[in-house]
């Protein structure tokens, strides 16, 4: 079993920034993959950014703007949030996945970006 606690969300100006925090606790199998996916209201949940093995994936919205991180040591991920648009708002989950591909979600925070 793997537990997630997400951090970092909030309310921003357009052009500013944000860092999300999740700390995985686990039992069990090995952490592969850990990334962010965000869902906005009436639209579907859509991958944002994630990290495994030191490769990172990014969605091409925001390629450029924002960077993934994980500290293996600590099973902790991070998206630095630079840039931030209006579109961006969302609810951005945490994601996790295991050596056996199971996948475990965070509660989600809200990111909410005024113009």
């Known amino acids: 079993q793997v537990q997630l606690v997400e951090s970092g969300g909030g309310l921003v100006h357009a052009g500013g920034s944000l860092r999300l925090s999740c700390a995985a606790s686990r039992s069990g199998f090995s952490i592969n993959v850990m990334g962010w996916y965000r869902q906005a209201p009436g639209e579907e949940r859509e991958l944002v950014a994630t990290a495994s093995g030191g490769r990172t994936n990014y969605a091409d919205s925001v390629k450029g703007r924002f960077t993934i991180s994980r500290d293996y040591a600590k099973n902790t991920a991070y998206l630095q949030m630079n840039s931030l648009k209006p579109e961006d708002t969302a609810v951005y989950y945490c994601?996790?996945?295991?050596?056996?591909?199971?996948?475990?979600w965070g509660q989600g925070t809200q990111v909410t970006v005024s113009s």
């Open positions: 994601n996790v996945e295991d050596v056996l591909r199971h996948n475990y």
